[in-house]
């Protein structure tokens, strides 16, 4: 969220106020993602609807169906201020599905990214099945952990952090900062090599259906990030 926002809510919390030293050390840069109300045009960012893809692009399969269309972000539409991001550039995220529910989440490959640089050869991937699409819009700001199990040195009582929620601007749609929650096999922060890229909440009218409505959270490798290598993706749900 805001930052400007967040420090507010921090030093007007008779709970929060005397450790606003720790927060700010452990807070980490973010970007929040909302719907605009609009149709996103080919090259814009969104959940759902049709991917931009070069020609030729295969469609990729898993062992017990195929992959959906998750959406894509075109990082020229964000001023992320953090440098962990690239500055331009399409990512297409696509995820593993079945009609039977079988597939998990937690498997290597359920979510697949294809990043190009440069999305003059790209077009709409006529793909054969079009969910509705939701146009992303992007806010920078910084993030604190949501959520008790998410550190084990809380100077505080943690039931502060529920009001979250309640502030102007908070997401459960967002780039970087915190896991929503404990993942990849109960660890918050899976080693000091895994970021947090994306959280994204269950949307009945996108067929996003994450752990019986949880959210899906997507880690990847600092170095990676930090080279535009988006080709080894890490996911958990619950």
Do not use: C
Request: no cysteine; net charge negative; aromatic share 14%.
């Amino acid at each position: 969220m805001k930052a400007e926002i967040l420090k507010h809510f921090i030093e007007h919390d008779a709970e929060l106020a005397p450790h606003a030293d720790y927060l700010a050390a452990i807070s980490k840069p973010s970007v929040d993602i909302t719907y605009a109300t609009e149709a996103p045009k080919s090259h814009e960012s969104r959940f759902g609807g049709q991917p931009m893809l070069p020609k030729g692009f295969v469609w990729p399969t898993h062992e017990l169906g195929e992959y959906r269309f998750l959406g894509q972000i075109n990082f020229a539409e964000m001023h992320d201020s953090s440098g962990l991001l690239p500055t331009s550039g399409l990512l297409v995220l696509l995820y593993a599905y079945d009609e039977d529910g079988e597939i998990f989440w937690g498997d290597d490959g359920y979510v697949l990214a294809y990043y190009y640089p440069s999305i003059d050869q790209l077009t709409l991937y006529p793909q054969a099945e079009i969910t509705a699409a939701k146009k992303l819009q992007f806010s920078t700001g910084v993030e604190i952990p949501r959520r008790k199990d998410l550190r084990q040195d809380w100077p505080f009582d943690t039931d502060a952090l529920y009001d979250l929620a309640e502030l102007d601007g908070y997401s459960e749609n967002y780039l970087l900062g915190y896991p929503f929650f404990y993942s990849l096999a109960y660890d918050p922060t899976p080693s000091d090599e895994w970021l947090s890229l994306l959280t994204i909440t269950s949307d009945e009218a996108l067929d996003f259906l994450w752990h019986d409505g949880d959210m899906l959270m997507v880690f990847i490798e600092k170095a990676k990030l930090a080279n535009a290598d988006f080709s080894y993706l890490k996911a958990d749900a619950g």
